[in-house]
Each structure stands twice: as structure tokens, then as C-alpha cells.
């Protein structure tokens, strides 16, 4: 159990940041489809462009190896991101 | 220190401080833990763990016992923290409550109904689950975890998200959207 203690941590932080950020909310969730508030779209790709930053510098320095990401299958990707949508629209996680 | 704690406390920050915070935590949690952030997974970890304990025979399959382990994995620690870190967080900055309808919004559009309410949540919650078991992840798991690592799978999949979601938001808020 110890073991996962880190992930309790990440987790935390986590948690923490999203609240903050509003992602807790329905209509952050919902208006970033209706474009009344781009906050969902802003906070992700701040994200990316920050923590690819780090992590391929870092990746470069030898320090850290890429986890195996999920394979490209284009159909797959686009369909399962389009029912997520649909559902993240509607429920508003 | 006492600017810290403030600024702990604030109900609200920025996206883009929230986002670089993210970007960061991501970038230690690959440096310490050798994993990234990640949500869908966890509740597919528990939902196999459920089936072994109900039809043991119908979770013995490939993909509860090796694409996604059955059990109480990093990833279901890592939603227990996430669980606890918006508690906190809300509970520091003053801005908890319980309700039955978590939003001003939803009632504004979809009425009062608290059932309404709950079955979006319901309905639209096995359509997020679904669609992330099909594409590989979710928002933290795939677009996140998956875009910091430039992953071409991470851009297709929040480009299908906006194709599902913007028709969906036109639907159900019609002249209001």
C-alpha cells in the first residue's frame, strides 16, 4: 500500500488544481462547446504546452522515459473522443 | 508564506496558472512515479473488481485481466487523492456546499428537476466511460497524458471530443446556445 502513496499525492494535487480551475463545474464543463467560456480549452493546453516542454527536455537529458502512450488508430481516437463528447456535453464532467 | 496560504485559499485561479500547475505536476509525477495522470482507468479497475466479486467467471477475460487489471490499482488511489484534493481545495476556499443539483446553470436551462439532473449525469457518464474505453483515455488520461508526450492519438481525440460535444450543447440549449 505504501507503494501507492505517490499516486495519493499526484492525486491530491490534483484534485486541487481542477478545483480551483472550475473544473468541478457543469457549466465550465458545458461552455466551453457553447464558446462562452474557453477556460476547459485554455487550462489544456497550457497543460500540454508546459508539461512537453519539461518532459521532453527532460526526456533529451536522459532523465525520463516516455510511458507507453495510447497507439494512434485514427477511427478509434476520433469516434470513442466523439461519444466522449457527446457525454461530456450532456453530463458536464 | 502568508501570501502562499492566501493564494491557497482564493476560490478561483486563472486557467493558465491552473494549466501550468498541471503541466508541472505532470511533469514530476513522470519524473518521480514513472506514470502520468490519468481518471477513466480507475473506474474501469473498480468495475472489474466488482464483476470478480458478483460473476467471477464473466471478469476472467483478456481485458480484465490484462489490459485493464481488476483491483485497487495506482490509478484508484490516484482518483481517491483527486477525490480529497477538490475537497479540501473547496473546503479551504469556503466555496463547499451540498446540493442535489450542482449548478446554477443547469437549473436555469433544465429547470429544477432533480431526476433530470441525475439522469444526464447517469446517461452522460456511460458515454464518457465508453468513448474513453474506445479511444484509450479520457481528458487527464489521454489528452493530457497523451498530448505532453505529443501523442497524435491525443489531438485526434479532442478533436472527435469538440465534434461530439458542440452538436450536443446546440441540441439540448437550442436558441440558448
Given at each position: 500500500?505504501?507503494?501507492?502513496?505517490?499516486?495519493?499525492?499526484?492525486?491530491?494535487?490534483f484534485g486541487?488544481i481542477?478545483q480551483?480551475?472550475?473544473?468541478?463545474q457543469?457549466s465550465?464543463i458545458?461552455?466551453?462547446?457553447r464558446?462562452t467560456?474557453m477556460?476547459v480549452?485554455?487550462?489544456?493546453l497550457?497543460?500540454?504546452?508546459?508539461g512537453?516542454g519539461?518532459?521532453?527536455?527532460?526526456?533529451?537529458l536522459?532523465l525520463?522515459?516516455?510511458?507507453?502512450?495510447?497507439?494512434?488508430?485514427i477511427?478509434g481516437?476520433?469516434?470513442?473522443?466523439?461519444?466522449?463528447?457527446?457525454?461530456m456535453?450532456?453530463?458536464g464532467? | 508564506?502568508?501570501t502562499f496560504?492566501n493564494?491557497?485559499k482564493?476560490?478561483?485561479?486563472?486557467p493558465?496558472v491552473?494549466?501550468?500547475?498541471?503541466?508541472?505536476?505532470?511533469?514530476l509525477?513522470?519524473l518521480?512515479?514513472?506514470?502520468?495522470?490519468g481518471a477513466s482507468?480507475?473506474?474501469?479497475?473498480?468495475g472489474?473488481s466488482?464483476?470478480q466479486?458478483?460473476?467471477?467467471?464473466?471478469a476472467?477475460?483478456m481485458?480484465?485481466?490484462f489490459i485493464?487489471?481488476?483491483?485497487?490499482?495506482?490509478?484508484?488511489?490516484m482518483?481517491?487523492g483527486?477525490?480529497?484534493?477538490a475537497?479540501?481545495?473547496?473546503l479551504l476556499?469556503?466555496?463547499?456546499?451540498?446540493?442535489t443539483?450542482s449548478?446554477?446553470?443547469w437549473?436555469?436551462i433544465f429547470?429544477p428537476s432533480?431526476?433530470?439532473?441525475?439522469?444526464?449525469?447517469?446517461?452522460?457518464?456511460?458515454?464518457?466511460?465508453y468513448?474513453?474505453?474506445?479511444a484509450?483515455?479520457?481528458?487527464s488520461g489521454?489528452?493530457?497524458?497523451?498530448?505532453?508526450?505529443l501523442?497524435?492519438?491525443a489531438?485526434?481525440?479532442m478533436?472527435?471530443?469538440f465534434?461530439?460535444g458542440?452538436?450536443?450543447?446546440?441540441?439540448?440549449?437550442?436558441?440558448?446556445?
Amino acid at each position: 500500500m505504501t507503494a501507492l502513496l505517490p499516486a495519493l499525492f499526484v492525486g491530491l494535487v490534483f484534485g486541487w488544481i481542477l478545483q480551483k480551475s472550475r473544473l468541478t463545474q457543469y457549466s465550465t464543463i458545458v461552455n466551453v462547446f457553447r464558446f462562452t467560456d474557453m477556460s476547459v480549452l485554455k487550462f489544456m493546453l497550457t497543460t500540454i504546452v508546459v508539461g512537453a516542454g519539461g518532459i521532453y527536455l527532460l526526456k533529451d537529458l536522459g532523465l525520463v522515459t516516455l510511458t507507453g502512450t495510447t497507439p494512434t488508430y485514427i477511427v478509434g481516437n476520433l469516434i470513442g473522443g466523439l461519444i466522449f463528447g457527446v457525454g461530456m456535453a450532456w453530463a458536464g464532467f | 508564506m502568508r501570501t502562499f496560504v492566501n493564494w491557497l485559499k482564493t476560490p478561483q485561479w486563472s486557467p493558465y496558472v491552473g494549466g501550468t500547475l498541471l503541466g508541472l505536476l505532470s511533469i514530476l509525477a513522470l519524473l518521480f512515479t514513472d506514470r502520468l495522470l490519468g481518471a477513466s482507468g480507475a473506474f474501469e479497475n473498480i468495475g472489474g473488481s466488482i464483476l470478480q466479486l458478483i460473476t467471477p467467471a464473466l471478469a476472467d477475460n483478456m481485458y480484465w485481466n490484462f489490459i485493464m487489471p481488476a483491483g485497487f490499482s495506482f490509478g484508484v488511489m490516484m482518483l481517491l487523492g483527486v477525490f480529497l484534493g477538490a475537497l479540501v481545495s473547496a473546503l479551504l476556499s469556503g466555496t463547499f456546499k451540498w446540493r442535489t443539483i450542482s449548478d446554477d446553470q443547469w437549473v436555469q436551462i433544465f429547470g429544477p428537476s432533480r431526476w433530470k439532473r441525475w439522469a444526464a449525469l447517469f446517461f452522460g457518464a456511460i458515454l464518457l466511460e465508453y468513448g474513453a474505453g474506445i479511444a484509450g483515455g479520457c481528458t487527464s488520461g489521454l489528452a493530457i497524458s497523451g498530448g505532453v508526450q505529443l501523442a497524435p492519438a491525443a489531438f485526434l481525440f479532442m478533436a472527435g471530443m469538440f465534434v461530439g460535444g458542440i452538436p450536443t450543447a446546440m441540441i439540448l440549449y437550442r436558441k440558448r446556445f
